[in-house]
């Protein structure tokens, strides 16, 4: 069936069991790919039912959708005329592993860095409805994405101002390891509604069938259930700052999402659908190791392991001496920004738990912490990849730099990474 998709428009005739095909096919694409070439795998497999209905339901280019990071677009290439250009992934002039409007006129946005993309949904939204045009305009971004400043910045923004847009909230649990803090405490909150909605509605059948006052039981205990709702579900943080919550769905569910999808679509207002998606979906090796597989170099599709041998990087010397060092000094702690396994921390945060801070995808805030904690006399080594520490230039000038505080900044990746071009620049 893969072989027939060339456009959004061939997936629109397909019925709902040929697109629960057209899913399996796409993720055994995928995996052909990234197993040779190398690439981000768990991410894009989690987004395959999503990525099927969102094309059934909208009309690209007319329509807008912002992806949140860029690294989950494999399927939207597939389907809108990029199948066979994805075997050039990571390869020289090769197709680009994120959105790029010089690529496609599919991609509407360019991402990389993360947490941008409800930003830019709401202001292609206020065009619109500027220039009276009456298009659709999504942001699809994950629960990793979602700690990240610009990204709350921009829901205070858009639930205030009313602007018809419709965040897809991509829930996987995962940032790029475990998503930790607040805002993923909230989400697991949400999470239990699902499951307390199911529960009771298998309750609410069986009473049914008691013969006779199985309907006035019914009424009773739904009573009852919307008073003990209000206290085990949380209030809704996102109604509460303006938008309209619809979910959770099950993000694998292809007919689920469409119709979830096709009452956004009529909703005056910003809307946010929350859905619940498993990383690595299909690829069992990849489901158990999320964080493995997150992006990946050529692997063996049998047994998941590493195709070429791994030498030791930067980053790996990198966090072997800091452990030496902190086994030394108390005072040393180690802070990242969701960025555990890339820059080397991750035995640092076995060997001393209380000392490691993930911060979730906040480089900004990353340093503002680190600068409170230097101030206040402990010594922070905070290693963020060199792309992502342009978000934080700010705060290494405001909050460090200009107090002469030692805030140990140890930039990661500081050359070109070839392969994963993510940067608008062509060649980086
Ligand atoms: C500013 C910035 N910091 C760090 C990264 C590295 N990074 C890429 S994806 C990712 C995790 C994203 O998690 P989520 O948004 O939940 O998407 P998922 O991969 O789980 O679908 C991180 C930290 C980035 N892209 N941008």
């Not at 959770?248 to 619940?276: A, C, F, N, T, W």
Request: glycine share 8%; hydrophobic share 40%; net charge positive.
């Amino acid at each position: 069936m893969l072989e027939k998709i060339n456009s959004p428009e061939d997936v629109k005739k397909l019925n709902i069991e040929e697109k629960k095909q057209l899913a399996e096919e796409i993720r055994k694409y995928i995996l052909e790919v990234v197993s040779e070439n190398g690439g981000h795998l768990a991410s894009n497999l989690g987004v395959v039912e999503l990525t099927i209905a969102l094309h059934s339901v909208f009309n690209l280019p007319e329509d807008k959708i912002v992806w949140d990071v860029g690294h989950q677009t494999y399927v939207h290439k597939i389907i809108t005329g990029r199948r066979e250009q994805l075997k050039t992934l990571r390869k020289l002039n090769g197709i680009a592993g994120f959105p790029k409007t010089n690529e496609s006129e599919s991609d509407c946005f360019n991402t990389g860095h993360s947490s941008t993309s409800v930003s830019a949904a709401l202001g292609m939204a206020r065009a619109r409805d500027l220039k009276g045009e009456n298009h659709s305009v999504l942001a699809v971004i994950g629960d990793g994405a979602l700690t990240g400043g610009m990204a709350l910045e921009a829901l205070n923004d858009a639930g205030y101002s009313k602007e018809r847009m419709t965040v897809i909230l991509n829930d996987n649990e995962m940032s790029i390891s475990k998503n930790i803090g607040g805002i993923s405490m909230l989400l697991s909150k949400l999470r239990a509604k699902r499951s307390y909605n199911k529960s009771s509605d298998a309750v609410k059948k069986a009473i049914l069938h008691i013969p006779g006052i199985g309907k006035q039981i019914v009424k009773i205990v739904q009573k009852v259930k919307r008073s003990i709702k209000q206290l085990i579900i949380p209030k809704m943080f996102f109604e509460d700052i303006g938008f309209r919550y619809l979910g959770p769905v099950d993000g694998h569910d292809i007919q689920e999402l469409e119709r979830m999808l096709k009452i956004s679509k009529e909703l005056d207002g910003p809307v946010l659908i929350h859905i619940l998606t498993k990383k690595g979906k299909g690829y069992k090796i990849a489901e158990e190791n999320p964080d493995k597989f997150h992006a990946t170099g050529p692997f063996d599709l049998e047994t998941g392991k590493s195709k070429k041998e791994k030498k030791p990087d930067y980053s790996k010397i990198f966090g072997e001496k800091l452990i030496e060092l902190a086994r030394k000094n108390d005072k040393i702690v180690a802070i990242t920004a969701a960025m555990k396994d890339g820059t080397g921390l991750a035995k640092f945060a076995e060997e001393f738990p209380n000392r490691f801070f993930d911060i979730g995808i906040a480089e900004q805030h990353a340093i503002g912490v680190a600068a409170g904690m230097a101030k206040a006399g402990i010594i922070p080594v905070v290693p963020i990849y060199s792309s992502f520490y342009q978000r934080a230039y700010d705060q290494v000038i405001h909050d460090v730099a200009l107090q002469n505080l030692p805030v140990i900044m140890c930039v990661d990746r500081s050359g070109i990474v070839g392969q994963d071009r993510r940067n608008t620049s062509r060649n980086i």
